[in-house]
């Protein structure tokens, strides 16, 4: 795995939590999976408030990367939204790849009816969860380096996160940088160029990405079949449209929507405290035809702060 032994670096550690991945039953995304602990007291020992299944498993979100979304309801929402299926489909397939499953089949509500094998094993490094009680976590396929006890509290260095689910599926392409705040400065910072060399290549996502040229919300189906934006955008640009029963795409209030939210982050290198409305422009597209909006700061230069 790559870990550094405690005390030599970092003054909160990782916890080594050693299992299996399984998928049957379950509708695995691009950065969210099914994880079940080999102890499963593991979680209440490191202090880590997660919500299990009656089976012991664990719904992980893996740290620092977002791929497309598969389906997401927004708040109050009669239905799914979801971005262009290429590659929110082709992420999650990645991720499932990753960690060891082959012929997996899905049924028409994206759940996973079948896999090869059933289960596999697998490890994550984690410290705390999210606040829908997703462990966040970088992820590993396979055993534990021997001689790494299950519950040991580690540090994850550089060479080590790139043989994690987490960095492979940024260096393909198939995810976007997302950090938060809790995700340590040097294994940011790998992230980051992980993902401006995916960029450079125009791997996977890069090739079509509109986050920060700008791009024309021309009609929702576009939203949810053409464009390739950042999920965290896309989320924020359904659950506004959401509100609109008409079914239409003005999006002349989204920044005052997300001015009502809690998206507060600070941006790299500079340190900047701000707001996501902040960073978001909506202006009249050429020609009069629709809205463009931009993020006008690269995503990997962004720092969210955990709610």
Request: hydrophobic residues 40%; glycine residues 10%; contains cysteine.
């Amino acid at each position: 795995m790559g870990v550094v032994a405690h005390g030599k670096i970092r003054c909160v550690p990782l916890t080594l939590i050693s299992g299996s991945y399984r998928v049957v039953g379950a509708s695995p995304d691009g950065d969210s999976v099914r994880f079940y602990p080999r102890d499963p007291r593991a979680f209440r020992r490191a202090g880590i408030a997660v919500k299990a299944n009656a089976s012991g498993g664990v719904q992980l979100r893996l740290d620092a990367i977002d791929a497309l979304e598969t389906h997401y309801t927004p708040p109050h929402a009669a239905r799914e939204w979801h971005q262009r299926p290429e590659f929110g489909g082709g992420a999650a397939e990645a991720l499932l790849r990753e960690l060891g499953f082959t012929d997996v089949t899905r049924n028409e509500r994206g759940i996973v009816t079948a896999a090869t094998p059933v289960q596999t094993d697998g490890c994550i490094l984690t410290r705390f969860a999210d606040k829908y009680g997703r462990a966040v976590a970088i992820a590993f396929a396979g055993q534990p380096p021997t001689g790494t006890k299950d519950g040991a509290s580690v540090f994850l260095d550089v060479e080590g996160l790139r043989r994690s689910v987490n960095h492979r599926l940024l260096a393909a392409g198939w995810a976007y940088p997302t950090f938060y705040s809790k995700l340590y400065a040097d294994l940011r910072a790998e992230l980051a160029t992980t993902a401006q060399a995916a960029r450079r290549a125009a791997s996977g996502i890069w090739k079509l990405d509109a986050t920060t040229a700008g791009f024309t919300v021309a009609s929702r189906d576009a939203l949810t079949d053409d464009l390739v934006i950042l999920p965290k955008l896309f989320r924020r640009l359904a659950e506004y449209l959401t509100l609109d029963e008409t079914g239409g795409v003005d999006l002349s209030g989204f920044r005052e929507f997300l001015a009502t939210l809690n998206d507060r982050l600070f941006t790299v290198p500079d340190g900047r405290a701000t707001v996501l409305d902040s960073l978001v422009t909506v202006a009249t597209a050429s020609g009069g035809a629709g809205q463009t909006v931009t993020l006008t700061v690269p995503p990997e230069n962004i720092v969210f702060l955990e709610a």
